[in-house]
């Protein structure tokens, strides 16, 4: 292939509001370009790597019994309001109705179709399960506010795998497989991910875990042990939990992108939709589901977040768009005449090793110096390069290989190349092969590789190691300037600086300098410059007032756009103090009160602007914005209010509720008797707030009887438990009947069976363990003076009678038999 001009599209003036490296590497490379908020054109570079990535998901998917699919963009409202979701997500789904007045949503996720789908074929056969589907698509979400490029826009590509089993012990075996199969994915990438606990959010299910990368701008926080695998989103733990509930080891917070999600979601959606199948008795039953997202689209970016250096990109092998870049010299120079054996090598991979045949790229850009198309070869991400530089035309002939990803280079030759004549028309490349004494040889590519001689090192010039620093110290070429320039350590910068700002000047005229720098910082949308040079132009206190005042209505827009509405509000003031009609410190004062909801304020200024021009659109636009968000606030204000009215008066009927049965939480979180303990101010699982509406929490039933949610720990495997609403007056002997009804997946001794468990708690202030009766009720136990709620969720370890491990785990700790 050859590199065509049009192949780099860089969008160094789509820069403005770039927030992580990815984003940035792939604005800068052309292989993304903006279209509106949250969407992107994907330009062919990045198409190609995705088709790449495309076929490691299928062959992962397909090797453990996936079958792919393709399904409507466009799903039915009638769906998602079965299941419940129209309004849970709300405001997240981008919804439409067509000219009928039928509603759809553009599906961020399909739940509710695929189950549609397998309902509508009528009773499958137990016999035909499990059954694996899945597709890669685009889906839509309505993000509040899109950013960081591709780890989150508003229209993405996902891979989404939706399960059916006959039981739940066999789709806890899907679910493992599936788990695996994304293990898969990322070590073949070569990329370090982490699995861990997750909330299961608005999709819903009894279990759920996330695949995350960890890096420094991942919107994710998450907690590791430092001493075993148990790992969990920051969201399932209590907040003051500084230890592993499994070992005891301490956790450490750590930040991540997510780029895959498992869902075990039971029969949710399967008893909702009739989605039932024949068991072996010829019964129906409704089948176990689970689903699994991973993130396409996301994945590419992210990879790039995490390998890449700040001026390359680096991607992972297996979906590098192409693996070598052949760099020809430039035409006209020295050493023009290098092209053509260039051109000739290129002819004999192309030929010789017929895989690599699509995955190299001949930068025939011949116009562009080496250094220019080297520049643009770490943008796009080739591993590897190969330069025909000065010592092409030495004889034999020798080629610079370069692996940009770790900046290593040898320099050397393969044996002297003998041309095969052909009929050829004139400028078709001819093939080369590799010729020695006794005959042709053609390899593979290590074989080639191992032809060139090395490895050694150009003579003079930067060294490899620091060139780049040594580039830094030329003035020319500095990315960034001292703070202060020294003319006796920097004369060449403090030439350079006189011949800007000469101080001979007036200082209206060195104000102006200052003012036309800054605007040309601010049409490179490089704001933070630009409001240093406004700054600057302002400290000559120059008599020109109109001056002062564009200066400071200048400032105020560069501080607007870096989000410093209350610095910018303050310049647009200065400046109407100076220039009372100065109309676009007016709008921008204006759109400053918007942004910091002082909607009274801003209708306000917009009165006075209108004064001075009654047909100013914006004014008239903003106006009526203003009047409307004051009074929707006003009104949600008041709706607000009513609300917290409310739940203050059900948390007070539930905490009246618990002082009653003398339930006791952690001294530390209720030392006044007469104040409600944050532990029940936000009532959920492990401290998770209240203002997920998914999470459980203690309730009180019209009977005035309590439910709890409650967790179970199982220490030798690792794994949990979580009972959403345990009623105060059940027996743990009636829901371990339950729970263990089939024995779980994980349980590959067979012998977590309900007669042969034992429940216990910790007293984590006398460093005891007390042993409870399965027959209890939980009210008695929670009622017991050694007992301590903790984070509004009672939790018990579950370990197996007279079992190795469990001999271990007491060993050196006081037992207590609860009475």
């Known amino acids: 292939m050859n590199l065509r001009e049009d192949s780099l599209v860089s969008q160094e003036s789509k820069m403005g509001e ?26 062919p570079y990045t198409v190609r790597a995705m088709e790449k990535l495309i076929k490691v998901i299928d062959r992962e998917m397909q090797f453990i019994g996936g079958q792919k699919i393709n399904m409507p963009t466009l799903c039915s409202a009638t769906l998602w ?25 553009l599906g961020p996720t399909h739940e509710e179709a695929i189950t549609d789908l397998i309902a509508s074929q009528g009773h499958l056969s137990y016999k035909g399960l499990p059954l694996l589907l899945y597709q890669i698509t685009r889906k839509f979400r309505d993000e509040i506010k899109p950013r ?23 789709a806890h075996h899907t679910y493992a497989l599936v788990c695996n199969a994304y293990c898969n994915i990322f070590n073949s990438l070569g990329l370090q991910f982490v699995k861990v606990k997750a909330a299961t959010g608005s999709i819903g299910g009894t279990m759920s875990h996330e695949f995350q990368l960890p890096a420094d701008i991942g919107e994710d926080k998450l907690m590791t042990c430092t001493k075993c695998d148990f790992s969990t989103n920051v969201e399932l733990i209590s907040p003051d939990q500084k230890y592993c509930p499994v070992c005891k080891g301490e956790l450490v917070e750590t930040k991540g992108i997510e780029v895959g999600h ?23 039953a409704p089948a176990e589901m689970g689903c699994y997202g991973l993130g396409v689209t996301r994945i590419l970016a992210a990879s790039i977040e995490v390998l890449s250096t700040e001026d390359a990109i680096h991607w992972p092998s297996l979906i590098s768009p192409y693996q070598v870049c052949f760099i020809p010299p430039k035409k006209g120079s020295k050493e023009e005449k290098g092209t053509v054996l260039l051109e000739d090598l290129y002819d004999f991979v192309a030929e010789a090793i017929p895989q690599l045949k699509e995955e190299i790229v001949f930068d025939d850009r011949i116009h562009l110096t080496i250094g220019n198309r080297l520049k643009d070869a770490k943008k796009l991400g080739y591993p590897y390069v ?20 770790t900046r290593e280079s040898l320099i050397g030759f393969p044996a002297r190349p003998r041309l095969r004549k052909s009929g050829a028309s004139a400028g078709r490349r001819r093939a080369i092969t590799m010729a020695d004494q006794e005959g042709d040889h053609e390899g593979d590519w290590d074989d080639f590789l191992d032809k060139f001689r090395g490895p050694e090192r150009y003579e003079g010039g930067f060294s490899p190691e620091n060139w780049e620093e040594e580039f830094e110290k030329i003035p020319m070429f500095m990315k960034k300037g001292p703070s202060e320039v020294d003319p006796k350590h920097n004369p060449d910068l403090a030439c350079l600086q006189s011949i800007i700002f000469d101080e001979e000047q007036t200082l209206e005229e060195q104000a102006m300098t200052y003012k036309n720098e800054g605007n040309d910082y601010f049409k490179e949308k490089d704001y933070k410059k630009a409001v240093i040079s406004y700054t600057e132009g302002l400290k000559k206190k120059c008599s020109d007032q109109e001056l002062n005042a ?36 007016i709008i921008r004062g204006v759109l400053c009160h918007l942004e910091l909801k002082h909607f009274s304020e801003a209708m306000t200024w917009c009165e006075e602007g209108l004064r001075i021009d009654p047909k100013e659109k914006k004014l008239l636009e903003t106006r009526a914005k203003a009047d409307q968000l004051k009074r929707t606030g006003e009104r949600d204000l008041r709706k607000a209010r009513f609300l917290e009215k409310k739940e203050q008066a059900q948390k007070d009927a539930v905490f009246k509720a618990i002082q009653d049965r003398n339930i006791n939480f952690l001294p530390e979180s209720c030392k006044d008797d007469n104040v409600i303990p944050a532990d029940l101010a936000e009532m959920s699982l492990n401290g998770l707030s209240s203002k997920s509406a998914a999470g459980p929490r203690v309730c009180l039933d019209e ?17 949990s438990d979580l009972i959403s609403a345990f009623h105060e007056e059940s027996r743990f002997i009636e829901h371990l009947m339950v729970m263990f009804e089939e024995l779980p997946p994980w349980d590959t001794e067979r012998k977590y069976y309900p007669s042969e468990l034992e429940l216990y708690y910790e007293d984590e202030e006398r460093e005891e363990i007390h042993q409870i009766c399965p027959q209890s009720t939980l009210l008695q136990v929670l009622q017991h003076q050694r007992y301590f709620v903790k984070a509004g969720t009672p939790t018990f370890l579950v370990l197996v009678k007279f079992a190795p491990f469990s001999k271990n785990y007491f060993a050196g700790k006081k037992v207590h038999c609860l009475k």
């Open 386 to 405: 190969i330069i025909g530089g000065k010592k092409a035309l030495d004889d034999p002939s020798l080629f610079e290989i370069r692996c940009l990803q």
């Open 81 to 105: 309001r079965a299941s419940g979701r129209w309004e849970l997500m709300s405001k997240e789904l981008l919804r439409l109705a067509d000219r009928h007045g039928q509603e759809y949503c």
């Open 18 to 43: 770039m927030t992580c490296k990815s984003q940035r590497l792939m604005l800068l490379g052309g292989l993304i370009y903006p279209a509106s908020p949250g969407c992107y054109h994907y330009m």
């Open 550 to 585: 564009v200066l400071h209505t200048n400032r105020a827009a560069a501080q607007f756009y870096l989000g410093s509405y209350r610095s910018a509000l303050n310049d647009a003031t200065a400046a109407r103090k100076l220039k009372p009609n100065h109309l676009k410190a």
């Open 703 to 719: 009977n005035g009887s309590l439910s709890w949610p409650v967790l179970f720990l199982y220490p030798e495997y690792g794994q």
């Open 148 to 170: 960081f490029g591709l780890l989150r826009g508003r229209e993405f590509y996902m891979k989404d795998m939706y399960t059916f089993d006959a039981s739940e012990e066999a």
């Open 262 to 284: 498992t869902f075990f979601l039971g029969t949710k959606y399967s008893s909702v939709f009739n989605a039932t199948f024949q068991t072996s008795q010829g019964k129906p």
